[in-house]
């Protein structure tokens, strides 16, 4: 689940939020993978839990 929230004067970016969007439905479907910053789609998904903390 993600919330974005601007106000009037900010712009907006599409793509990017395409690409938020496209990141939370990859994720949704492989459990336990996560999407790190600046992901694009076909890009590589990360590991979570404690076995992966400073490993990134």
């Known amino acids: 689940m993600a ?3 601007l106000t009037d004067p ?3 970016n599409v793509d990017e939020l395409i ?3 496209k990141a939370l439905q ?3 479907k ?3 993978k996560a999407a ?3 992901w694009k789609p ?4 990360i590991g979570t839990g404690k076995e992966f903390i400073g490993k990134y």
Not at 42 to 45: I, N, S
């Open 3 to 5: 919330v974005e929230v």
């Open 10 to 12: 900010v712009g907006r």
């Open 19 to 21: 690409r938020q969007i």
């Open 26 to 28: 990859t994720v949704a």
């Open 30 to 32: 492989n459990p336990g």
């Open 36 to 38: 790190p910053a600046g």
């Open 42 to 45: 076909g890009g590589k998904l």
